[in-house]
C-alpha cells in the first residue's frame, strides 16, 4: 500500500503544470491557445474564416521576433498557456513592417468567405491590425514608449486558469526583462474581458495615461 501511494504520488507529481522556456515545437499549440481565449478570455475557433488570422496577428510574431521572451505552461505533455513579450515595441512594429506584414498581406489580401459569427473585432478590422503594426506605437503616448516600452500577451486555457499560473508567467517576463534593463512593460486587452482586467488589477498593473475605456492600456514596472 506504502509503495502504491509512493507511485500515485510521484504521477501527480509529473503531470502537474510547469513553466518551461518555448521551443519552436510549441508554436502550433500556442497558435492554438491564441484561438481557444481570443473571444475576449473565450473560444474563437471558426469565428473568422481562417483560424491562424488571430495568431497572425497576436502571437506567431512574437515568436518569430523574440523566441527568448516567451514561454509556456507544459500540461500532460502539450502546451496549454503562454506568455509572449518584446522588450521594445518600436523596434518591434519595425520588424514587423519590414519582415511580417508583407507576408501577411499576401496570406490575406481581403477577408475571407463569411462564417456567419458577428463578433465585434470584426475580420476587416483584424487584417487591417495585421498590416499595420505602428498601431502599437500610435497607442502609447506621454512618454510610455520610454517608461514601458516592452509588451506582452498571456493566455491560458480555462484548465489552468486560477492556479497561480498567469501571476507566475508575468514574473517570469518581468523578471528577463529587468535583467536587460527594460523599465517597464504595457499590455492591452479586451475591454469586455472583465475577468482579465480582474487579474491584472491584483497583480498590480496600473491604467496608463493613454488608457480609454474602449482601449484600456496597463502598465507595470519590471522590478
Do not use: K
Not at 122 to 132: H, I, P, S, W, Y
Not at 139 to 148: I, K
Not at 156 to 175: A, E, H, K, Y
Request: aromatic content about 8%; hydrophobic content about 35%.
Amino acid at each position: 500500500m506504502r509503495q502504491t501511494r509512493g507511485l500515485a504520488a510521484t504521477l501527480t507529481r509529473v503531470t502537474e503544470p510547469f513553466i518551461r522556456p518555448y521551443r519552436t515545437t510549441d508554436r502550433d499549440d500556442v497558435a492554438d491557445i491564441c484561438v481557444r481565449t481570443a473571444a475576449a478570455g473565450g473560444d474563437a475557433t471558426g469565428i473568422y474564416s481562417d483560424d491562424l488570422l488571430m495568431p497572425e496577428v497576436y502571437a506567431l510574431p512574437y515568436l518569430e521576433h523574440s523566441p527568448d521572451l516567451a514561454w509556456v505552461v507544459e500540461h500532460e505533455g502539450r502546451a496549454t498557456g503562454y506568455i509572449l513579450g518584446v522588450a521594445d515595441t518600436a523596434a518591434f512594429a519595425d520588424w514587423w513592417a519590414r519582415e511580417w506584414t508583407p507576408g501577411f498581406v499576401t496570406r490575406h489580401p481581403a477577408p475571407g468567405p463569411s462564417t456567419g459569427a458577428d463578433p465585434g473585432y470584426t475580420e476587416a478590422q483584424l487584417l487591417r491590425d495585421g498590416a499595420d503594426p505602428q498601431r502599437m506605437v500610435r497607442g502609447l503616448r506621454h512618454g510610455e514608449l520610454t517608461t514601458h516600452p516592452a509588451h506582452l500577451h498571456i493566455d491560458l486555457l480555462p484548465v489552468l486558469q486560477r492556479r497561480g499560473l498567469g501571476s507566475r508567467l508575468i514574473d517570469t517576463l518581468r523578471t528577463a526583462l529587468a535583467d536587460r534593463g527594460v523599465p517597464g512593460v504595457h499590455l492591452g486587452y479586451a475591454a469586455e474581458n472583465t475577468a482579465a482586467r480582474a487579474f491584472y488589477d491584483r497583480y498590480g498593473f496600473e491604467e496608463l495615461p493613454s488608457s480609454t475605456p474602449t482601449s484600456p492600456l496597463l502598465g507595470i514596472t519590471t522590478r
